[in-house]
């Protein structure tokens, strides 16, 4: 037999190396990874959630983005608690201390079904809801799905106007391609550098946030996760990007004027989409508005949630 051509050969170990290595770097269960508070167990799944706050005032739910967890939301969890609310975080699934389940269940639809049923779970009727990026388009899914428990909502660097998986969740779908894509993408070690890349300032970004962000990444089932997320459709019976004009809820939409993933100009368009929203840019900001303006972003949140009433 004639061995491989030497490209060949390392294209094939590159694709074979994470069926290996992944076991040695997701090595621990959700309920090991620092500051988790509390699971509630929803259709199978214990989801991780946060819960602080006077447990009879105002609840505020804060949905993270891609790739991010609990963790993300701790300046405003701080701000949101010293300002009188009760203020929920829901790791959802896929992320951070909440299962990661092989299966297509990771569209929009999904994802705000699950966390209004734990909502449910945790006695919880009407509350404000703050979401960013893909977190801030589940925000919107809940609002359309929901909109008799919704008093007010959050979007800050909201997904809002994407039709279906960006073109890398094809390859992602194929056996051995996608697990090796998770393997690289989420890498601990790219952390740091990504968190980077998608800011204007990096003067927050410490090694403990680093650190903080990377690790869930640790955890059993993160790189089959993302595959699933990506043979899931991307919203369900209701698409955000058709159905934006529906949503009735007050909006405000937080936006970086530097932000590359979601450009500003969307949140122009969003709010003239919206019945009800108002903009608010931040200059010299990227795509984490809430890391990187935490202060002004509180402000507004709270002033929006709770200074409105």
């Not at 959630?49 to 963790?71: C, K, M, N, Q, S």
Request: charged share 20%; net charge neutral.
């Amino acid at each position: 037999m004639n061995p491989l051509p030497p490209f060949a050969a390392v294209s094939m170990a590159a694709l074979l190396a994470p069926l290996a290595l992944t076991p040695l770097r997701e090595r621990l269960s959700p309920a090991e990874l620092p500051g988790v508070q509390h699971f509630v167990r929803i259709g199978g799944y214990d989801l991780h959630y946060t819960d602080e706050g006077p447990r009879d005032a105002p609840v505020v739910l804060l949905i993270h983005g891609f790739a991010a967890w609990a963790f993300a939301w701790r300046s405003q969890r701080a701000a949101l608690v010293a300002a009188g609310r009760r203020v929920v975080t829901i790791d959802l699934p896929g992320y951070g201390a909440s299962p990661r389940p092989m299966a297509p269940v990771y569209s929009t639809h999904d994802q705000a079904l699950t966390l209004l049923q734990a909502l449910d779970a945790l006695g919880i009727g009407t509350f404000d809801v703050v979401g960013h990026s893909f977190g801030g388009r589940v925000a919107f899914q809940i609002a359309l799905l929901a909109p008799q428990r919704v008093r007010r909502v959050v979007a800050i660097c909201p997904e809002a106007f994407t039709i279906g998986r960006p073109p890398i969740a094809a390859l992602a779908r194929l056996p051995l391609v996608g697990q090796a894509l998770a393997y690289y993408v989420l890498a601990p070690s790219l952390v740091g550098v990504g968190l980077r890349s998608l800011a204007k300032r990096d003067d927050w970004l410490t090694d403990e946030v680093v650190a903080g962000y990377a690790a869930p990444l640790y955890v059993r089932g993160t790189a089959a996760a993302q595959v699933w997320q990506a043979r899931s459709p991307k919203d369900g019976p209701l698409p955000v990007p058709e159905n934006l004009a529906a949503i009735r809820p007050p909006i405000l939409l937080l936006w970086g004027d530097g932000d590359t993933v979601f450009p500003v100009d969307e949140g122009r368009r969003l709010e003239r989409i919206l019945p009800d929203a108002r903009l608010i840019v931040y200059d010299r900001t990227g795509h984490l508005p809430y890391e990187e303006r935490a202060a002004d972003v509180n402000q507004a949140v709270v002033g929006f949630l709770v200074g409105a009433r």
